[in-house]
T-cell receptor, first 114, second 115 residues
Framework: QQQVKQSPQSLIVQKGGISIINCAYENTAFDYFPWYQQFPGKGPALLIAIRPDVSEKKEGRFTISFNKSAKQFSLHIMDSQPGDSATYFC?????????????WGAGTKLIIKP | DAGITQSPRHKVTETGTPVTLRCHQTENHRYMYWYRQDPGHGLRLIHYSYGVKDTDKGEVSDGYSVSRSKTEDFLLTLESATSSQTSVYFC??????????????FGPGTRLTVL
């Protein structure tokens, strides 16, 4: 019940296309859903995050879509660029949890072909 | 990676030897975490700390111990390294998650190879 399942494991998209990465969770107590971006040789860095009180959050070319009833959330990268090539991780947590932990998806390696 | 350093950045060691990895932060954040990253597994939490001398186990704590004697330093020790502990280890920090500022900031990582 603590798992976050992420798909696909890898993704190749043409420059200018839309990249879509999906995550699903079981624990309905999760109330914070971030996405992290990791470039080779670097640590992950927060990209964008959403709370379940909204169905969508957009920051530039990056959008999180959230479906509370389906317990799914996804990252959309519009007009994908070669510089977006990275590994993307979704995660989930319960903010009020005294044993606060982020539960991580397994990651998606995204390659944008020029 | 600003404000978080990890040392060493690379280490090769032999099975059965103890290894200590260090994480140092200059952000004065209360929470510190140790993760390992392996292909197909994403990030797995080893141990975390919510204050000086306050630590707790994560998902994959067997074979690892931690210590936090100062706010800025969090040490990860492999008591007797095994080849299964070959991995990239990341330290992360965060403020007080319950307040809603939940961002974890990651260090640059340590690549550990156990022969």
């Amino acid at each position: 019940q603590q798992q976050v399942k992420q798909s696909p494991q890898s993704l190749i998209v043409q420059k200018g296309g839309i990249s879509i990465i999906n995550c699903a969770y079981e624990n309905t107590a999760f109330d914070y859903f971030p996405w992290y971006q990791q470039f080779p040789g670097k640590g992950p860095a927060l990209l964008i995050a959403i709370r379940p009180d909204v169905s969508e959050k957009k920051e530039g070319r990056f959008t999180i879509s959230f479906n509370k009833s389906a317990k799914q959330f996804s990252l959309h990268i519009m007009d994908s660029q070669p510089g977006d090539s990275a590994t993307y991780f979704c995660a989930a947590s319960m903010i009020g949890d005294s044993n606060y932990q982020l539960i991580w998806g397994a990651g998606t390696k995204l390659i944008i072909k020029p | 990676d600003a404000g978080i350093t990890q040392s060493p950045r690379h280490k090769v060691t032999e099975t059965g030897t103890p290894v200590t990895l260090r994480c140092h932060q200059t952000e004065n954040h209360r929470y510190m975490y140790w993760y390992r990253q392996d292909p197909g597994h994403g990030l797995r939490l080893i141990h975390y700390s919510y204050g000086v001398k306050d630590t707790d186990k994560g998902e994959v704590s067997d074979g690892y111990s931690v210590s936090r004697s100062k706010t800025e330093d969090f040490l990860l020790t492999l008591e007797s390294a095994t080849s299964s502990q070959t991995s990239v280890y990341f330290c992360a920090i965060s403020e007080v998650p319950q307040r809603g500022t939940d961002t974890q900031y990651f260090g640059p990582g340590t690549r550990l190879t156990v022969l």
